[in-house]
C-alpha cells in the first residue's frame, strides 16, 4: 500500500476514536495525522486526547486557539447580539474555527484527506465540511460515524475489538461539548423534553440555592462593540471570557434549556451553561440601546438575526456574511462606553450605562425642563394614527356592506 496520510479532526471522545483504526483498516491509510483544537475545553480532555494519540501511534498535535477563538469568533457574536433560538452559539461558532485550523494543519503537514467525527443527524458535519471545503477546495472528507450509519453500541463493540482506550466514554452518560463561550449538554435523559436536567450536569454555574448570597456589582468596558476591560482593568479576550464565567457562573446565570430546530428540521431538546456570554451578550445590547438609533436598532436586529443564521449554520465565509458584518461594524463605532451590572441568584441586571457617544439627553427627557416646548408636540399627537383612525370611521360601514 502507498503512503496515504488522512488528518483526523480529534477530540479523544468514543466517535473520534474509533476513526483511528477504521482509517487504517477500512479506509486505506496507512498514516494517521490526529489534530486537537483547544477551544477552552477541559484542559483534562486535551489531556486525555494526547494520551490517546499517544497510545494508538497517530502523529498527533494540539493547537491553541483559544485567544483566537475569543477574539475572531465570541467578540463578533457580541457584535451582532449572537443568538440562535435563546441559545449563544457557543458549539456552532467553534466549528469554523476547529475547519480553519485543521486545513492550517494539514498544508503544514501535506495532506488534503480528512476525516472527522460528526454524526448524520447534528449539525456540525454541515459546518465542518464547508469550513474545509470552503478553505481547501480540493480536499476530500470522510465522516465514518454517517457513512456506516453507527449506533453507539456498535462503536463500543468495534473499540474493543479494535483496543481502542474508552474507559472514560463507556461512563460518561452525557455528550458534552465545550469551549469558552459555553458548554453544550445532550444525551442519555436530556433527549426527552418533559425530562428537568439533573444538576449533575452543569459544572460551571451554581444552582440559585447555591449561588453566591450578595449580589456581585461588575463593570464590563467597551470599545467597537467589543469587550475589553472587567471593572477597568483590561484582559485579552479569551482571559476576560474566562474570568465572567467564573463570575457570573458563582451566580447561577446563563443555564439554558431550550427546544431547538436543527439544520435537519429535527427538533432537539438542548442545555447550555453560557454564563459569560449571558453577560457580555446583555451588556452589549445595554450599550447599543444608549448610542444608536431607533431607526439603526430596528434595522440591526434583523442584520443580526440573519448573521446568527449564517453563524448557526456555520457559513462562515458566506460573502453575505461579510456584507452583514460591513453594516454591523458601521453601527459598532459608536458602541463604546461602559455598563454596569448586578450579577445575583441567577440574573445578570444591567444598572447603568455610559458612553461618549450617548444619544441621551438629560435636558430633553427629563421631568424637570422647559428646553423640549411640551406645546410643539400638540400638533404632532394630534395627527399620529390618522389612517388607523379613519378604519375606525369607516368600519360600521364596512361591516354593514360586506
Ligand atoms: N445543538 C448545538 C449546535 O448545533 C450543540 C450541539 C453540541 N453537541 C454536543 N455533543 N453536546 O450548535
Redesign the pocket.
Known amino acids: 500500500m502507498a503512503n496515504k496520510k488522512v488528518l483526523l479532526v480529534y477530540s479523544g471522545g468514543l466517535d473520534t476514536s474509533i476513526c483511528i483504526p477504521l482509517m487504517r483498516e477500512e479506509y486505506g491509510y496507512s498514516d494517521v495525522v490526529t489534530v486537537t483544537i483547544d477551544v477552552g475545553q477541559d484542559a483534562a480532555d486535551i489531556a486525555q486526547a494526547e494520551e490517546k494519540a499517544k497510545i494508538m501511534k497517530t502523529e498527533h498535535y494540539t493547537v491553541d486557539a483559544k485567544e483566537d477563538f475569543a477574539k475572531l469568533f465570541c467578540w463578533p457574536a457580541v457584535q451582532a447580539n449572537g443568538d440562535y433560538q435563546g441559545?449563544p452559539?457557543s458549539?456552532?461558532i467553534a466549528r469554523p474555527l476547529i475547519a480553519q485550523k485543521a486545513v492550517e494543519m494539514a498544508r503544514q503537514v501535506g495532506v488534503t484527506d480528512f476525516a472527522h467525527g460528526c454524526t448524520g443527524k447534528?449539525?456540525?458535519q454541515y459546518r465542518i465540511e464547508f469550513g474545509i471545503r470552503a478553505l481547501m477546495p480540493e480536499a476530500t472528507i470522510h465522516a465514518p460515524v454517517r457513512e456506516r450509519n453507527m449506533t453507539r453500541t456498535w462503536e463500543i463493540d468495534y473499540a474493543q475489538k479494535k483496543n481502542v482506550p474508552i474507559q472514560q466514554s463507556l461512563n460518561k452518560i452525557w455528550?458534552?461539548?465545550e469551549n469558552l463561550w459555553g458548554r453544550?449538554?445532550?444525551g442519555g435523559r436530556l433527549e426527552e423534553p418533559d425530562f428537568a436536567p439533573p444538576e449533575e450536569i452543569f459544572k460551571w454555574t451554581s444552582s440559585i440555592d447555591k449561588a453566591a448570597a450578595k449580589p456581585s456589582a461588575v463593570t464590563i468596558g467597551f470599545k467597537n462593540g467589543v469587550p475589553v476591560s472587567l471593572n477597568g482593568e483590561t484582559f485579552s479576550p479569551a482571559t476576560l471570557i474566562q474570568k465572567v464565567n467564573m463570575l457570573a457562573g458563582q451566580h447561577g446565570i446563563g443555564r439554558i434549556d431550550v427546544m431547538?430546530d436543527?439544520m435537519m428540521g429535527l427538533k432537539?431538546r438542548?442545555n447550555y451553561e453560557c454564563p459569560g456570554a449571558t453577560v457580555f451578550l446583555k451588556a452589549h445590547k445595554a450599550l447599543e440601546n444608549l448610542v444608536l438609533t431607533r431607526e439603526e436598532i430596528r434595522m440591526k436586529a434583523l442584520i443580526d438575526q440573519e448573521w446568527s443564521r449564517l453563524a448557526?449554520e456555520g457559513l462562515w465565509w458566506d460573502p453575505l456574511k461579510e456584507d452583514l458584518e460591513a453594516f454591523i461594524a458601521s453601527t459598532q463605532r459608536r458602541v463604546t462606553g461602559e455598563v454596569k451590572l448586578s450579577l445575583y441568584k441567577g440574573q445578570p441586571t444591567v444598572v447603568g450605562r455610559n458612553s461618549p457617544w450617548a444619544l441621551y439627553s438629560e435636558d430633553l427627557a427629563s421631568f424637570d425642563t422647559t428646553t423640549f416646548d411640551q406645546r410643539e408636540s400638540t400638533g404632532a399627537v394630534k395627527n399620529f394614527g390618522l389612517q388607523s383612525r379613519m378604519y375606525h370611521q369607516i368600519r360600521s360601514k364596512m361591516e354593514r356592506e360586506m
Request: glycine content about 6%.
Open positions: 441559545y452559539m458549539t456552532s447534528g449539525n456540525d455528550s458534552i461539548d453544550s449538554i445532550e431547538e436543527r432537539v438542548e448557526y
